[in-house]
């Protein structure tokens, strides 16, 4: 059983996707990242800090119209594709590949749902009219790319979502671990909780709080395996040092 959560990767080219301009010049001599991503100056901010690093980055805006409009602009590059994507979807795929059973608890649209290979198992879900799958804008770069006066020292990614269903775990309620009694429950996705809407009320405790019951009511013999991510704030980790790492047999 591998949960939670998924979307549709929509991936591009860096250098193509993001024309480097004199105006982002003042940019480049900065030594840390702001990773609260408000408006197309704080993107750009926080992505050329990450290129110049090689590092991999995953980072939320709560700028639905930014978050449109880059992904309108992504659509029209020749680099772009979609794919299936989400930790979860990945991991599950990859494991049905490799001869497993699988089960994705996760709230996926009839369309994503096309995506998977047979044989594949998902949580039951009927999503309402105006259920819409989350997208993730995945901006890759090779290594040696060039961008301004920046070269990238190892090849990555810089990941840019606006998630709604992700952050709430939306397909919590859903699984019965129990039901299934696997060999296995993989516990990814939690860095979606990272910096989102509701950060700063007890909603996210209680969703940790729903994954820690999933985790501890486990049968004895399932072992349990926690993937972790790329995260922002250290209030989340310290949360998942309670709720989740105590719990997980690997990380």
Request: glycine share 4%; with cysteine.
């Amino acid at each position: 059983v591998v949960g939670y959560g998924s979307c549709s990767d929509l991936t591009v080219n860096a250098v193509e996707f993001l024309n480097y301009t004199d105006s982002l010049k003042n940019f480049e001599n900065r030594d840390e990242s702001d990773d609260e991503i408000h408006t197309y100056e704080d993107f750009m901010k926080s992505f050329m800090f990450y290129f110049s690093k090689g590092a991999a980055a995953e980072r939320y805006t709560p700028n639905k119209e930014l978050f449109k409009s880059l992904v309108a602009a992504a659509k029209i590059q020749s680099s772009h594709r979609w794919e299936l994507g989400g930790n979860a979807p990945v991991m599950g795929l990859r494991f049905k590949r490799e001869g497993v059973k699988v089960l994705i608890a996760s709230t996926m649209s009839t369309k994503q749902r096309t995506h998977l290979i047979p044989g594949v198992d998902v949580t039951e879900f009927e999503p309402k009219e105006d259920f819409v799958d989350d997208i993730h804008l995945i901006i890759e770069y090779k290594t040696g790319d060039k961008f301004g006066d920046f070269s990238s020292p190892r090849a990555n990614r810089y990941i840019i979502h606006s998630d709604a269903n992700n952050p709430m775990i939306t397909s919590l309620e859903l699984l019965n671990v129990n039901q299934y009694k696997p060999d296995l429950f993989v516990v990814s996705g939690l860095q979606m909780l990272d910096n989102f809407p509701f950060k700063s009320a007890s909603i996210r405790s209680e969703r940790l709080n729903g994954v820690k019951k999933q985790m501890t009511t486990a049968d004895p013999s399932t072992l349990i395996h926690f993937e972790m991510a790329s995260f922002v704030e250290i209030e989340l980790i310290n949360e998942l040092m309670v709720s989740v790492i105590p719990y997980s047999d690997s990380l």
